[in-house]
């Protein structure tokens, strides 16, 4: 494969040096690489097997432990590129670098074409039934502003047992399946990451750099935080020497792909080493338009015929980036340009290319992540608040022009058109606030006879504001030219704060039916069957609203609860809360007068497997192989806490 005979340099495995240091490393070089192309052809050969009888492969190609070959070819072989990422843990796998393993199949996908991205999701060791819905959700978020756009679950143990809960399980892994306390109630969760992946399966990234990995071998590529490109607010892929050589072409000072993604730039590894044959494509682009940013070559990677391929990349090297050897190079060579000892950033800036995202002004500090996809018609941001602190205000500037902005929220499925915006002709600049684990979509779309947007707020206090929030008197300046006066009127509160019956399982270790006068963590009760309670329990109520309320809207707030609930109001379910706050507009449901309530509350396992312990084998509530509670491990927080109250919103101006 690499043109010579490997018999005499097979002593360099046992650290011995043929002929030079140089030549040495050359052979470990060419052996490497061959290692790599056999496990490439591998991964060729089975999906050649497979599309023989109408087969697709998903290979996690890219693991952690794909070290030994470039893993971006491996992906080329792969219907569906994979990779993974971890659940949050104190134990394993603690940092964001160690758990998100996603980037190399993400720049795959990418690179070869392939829309669906696919992760092996949530995977984990240490966590044992102590994950719910909200704590998995920024984890999600994250990998979805990686580039992943369709999860696999990590895992759901097929228990042998149809009696035994929470069952005999694998080691490793988030526990989804039907002994999952909140199994029953995961409906809306799961909707919510089906419509992630949707909507992030439509169009093509947008992406303004491509790195070059050189062989690929002994690298991994980290998760996206961990670049400086992303605090730029630009996005990135990484490409190898396939893709350099047999899919990259330049058209108007862009280096385009088949599947028309465009890079503004291309930026090489700080190695010395490089085939010839990648460099004499890098001329070419060069000539053709390309900017390329990195250190000069010094010299080819393997052993054959290297004296006469050195002389090569010399010549070219001196052509492209001079033959004085400096710390900064810009030249301009054919149509393109060789850069080097400048930030990427202001290369982009010198290219008139503004980061894809900035955040203007803000009123605290944040981490906000995001992922922009376009298609014909529409720009797609989806942006990911990663911190569990809300943002209350934060004003972000898109590059897109032209387009009405909408929120698509995919917790709840509503498209809301965001009517406060500011368009400069370049950019679109938006004031933005986010729950706690908060996201959405901001959608771009095409709009003829859009309405003016609104360009500035004036609040009751005489401030500059961007949000209606406060009750008072607004003024409106539209796009147009024109204003408008409105009023916001004051919400109304009522708090439920008569006792509530609650039902707990008794085949769980529960008392049956009860009256709780003040709402409590469960741990807190003297009845041990609620102290060490695990499931659902329901809480049953009533409430009188005296006021009209034809109109208004009205919101549920549940105040604190562990870990999921689902609501019953006059006998509609009005599905689940399973993400801070614990809100949900219920004015289609609730009425002038008497209204009953059901609260379904569903906490963890954890509470019921350390009670057990307290517990012989033959009276426990729970059988499971894993053994890793004990008495004096501390109870979780579960149930309802409150306060429960409702906010009513009187009908407000139309603006």
Not at 91 to 109: D, N, P
Not at 224 to 235: C, F, H, N
Not at 620 to 636: F, G, M
Request: aromatic letters at 12%; one cysteine or more; charged letters at 25%.
């Amino acid at each position: 494969r690499r043109g010579y005979d490997p018999i005499p340099y097979l002593p360099v495995f046992a650290n011995e040096i043929i002929e030079s240091h140089d030549v040495s490393q050359r052979f470990m070089n060419d052996y490497k690489q061959t290692v790599s192309d056999l496990i490439a052809e591998h991964y060729r050969y089975q999906q050649e097997v497979a599309h023989k009888d109408g087969l697709l492969t998903m290979c996690e190609a890219s693991g952690p432990h794909q070290n030994q070959s470039d893993a971006l070819l491996c992906q080329k072989y792969s219907d569906v590129p994979m990779g993974e990422f971890w659940a949050r843990s104190k134990t394993h796998r603690i940092s964001l670098k160690q758990r998100f393993l996603t980037k190399e199949a993400v720049s795959a996908g990418h690179i070869y074409g392939k829309n669906v991205i696919s992760a092996e999701s949530f995977t984990s060791v240490g966590p044992q039934w102590e994950e719910d819905p909200y704590f998995l959700k920024p984890t999600a978020d994250r990998a979805f502003c990686e580039g992943i756009n369709k999860l696999y679950f990590h895992t759901y143990p097929h228990s042998p047992s149809l009696t035994a809960k929470p069952g005999f399980v694998y080691y490793a892994g988030t526990y989804i399946n039907r002994n999952t306390t909140w199994w029953n109630y995961s409906l809306d969760w799961n909707t919510y990451l089906a419509r992630n992946q949707y909507v992030l399966q439509q169009g093509t990234p947008v992406v303004d750099v491509c790195i070059y990995y050189g062989t690929g071998i002994e690298k991994r590529i980290q998760y996206k935080q961990d670049s400086a490109l992303m605090d730029l607010g630009y996005q990135y892929d990484y490409v190898n020497s396939d893709v350099i050589l047999n899919q990259m072409s330049v058209q108007d000072g862009k280096i385009c792909l088949p599947n028309g993604i465009s890079y503004e730039l291309l930026v090489l590894p700080e190695e010395s080493g490089i085939s010839i044959e990648v460099l004499e494509k890098i001329r070419e682009m060069v000539y053709d338009g390309a900017t390329i940013v990195g250190p000069r070559p010094i010299c080819s990677i393997g052993l054959y015929k290297s004296t006469e391929i050195d002389r090569q990349i010399k010549s070219i090297t001196n052509l492209l980036w001079g033959e004085l050897d400096t710390p900064l190079i810009d030249r301009t060579v054919g149509n393109g340009k060789i850069v080097y000892g400048k930030n990427i950033d202001q290369i982009l800036s010198e290219k008139k290319i503004e980061p894809d995202l900035k955040i203007e002004n803000r009123d605290s500090n944040f981490s906000l992540d995001f992922i922009h996809r376009r298609n014909k018609e529409y720009d797609i941001y989806y942006l990911a608040n990663l911190r569990e602190e809300a943002i209350d205000y934060a004003t972000l500037s898109f590059r897109t022009s032209g387009k009405v902005p909408y929120i698509w929220n995919p917790v709840d499925g509503t498209v809301i058109e965001q009517r406060v915006y500011v368009d400069d002709g370049e950019r679109t600049h938006i004031p933005c606030s986010f729950d706690p684990y908060g996201s959405y979509f901001i959608i771009f779309e095409k709009k003829e006879n859009a309405k003016p947007s609104i360009i500035s707020v004036t609040g009751p206090d005489g401030n500059r504001s961007c949000f209606l929030e406060k009750s008072g008197n607004y003024q409106l300046t539209y796009s147009n030219g024109e204003s408008k006066n409105i009023t916001i009127a004051s919400a109304r509160y009522l708090t439920i704060n008569t006792s509530w019956n609650v039902s707990f399982s008794t085949e769980m270790g529960g008392p049956g039916s009860v009256e709780f006068k003040n709402l409590i963590s469960w741990p807190e009760s003297e009845n041990l069957g609620i102290k060490y309670y695990s499931g659902t329990a329901s809480y049953q109520n009533t409430f009188i609203i005296k006021d009209e309320i034809e109109g208004a809207k009205v919101f549920l707030d549940l105040g604190e609860l562990y870990n999921v609930a689902e609501i019953v109001l006059n006998g509609h379910n009005l599905g689940t809360c399973w993400l801070r706050p614990f809100q949900k507009e219920i004015s289609e449901y609730v009425k002038q007068g008497r209204n009953k309530i059901e609260i379904k509350v569903t906490n963890l396992w954890p509470n019921r497997l350390i009670g057990d312990q307290f517990l012989p084998e033959a009276e426990r509530y729970t059988q499971t192989n894993i053994s890793k509670y004990t008495r004096q491990d501390t109870l979780r927080p579960s149930g309802l806490l409150g306060p429960v109250r409702l906010m009513i919103i009187p009908d407000r101006d139309e603006f």
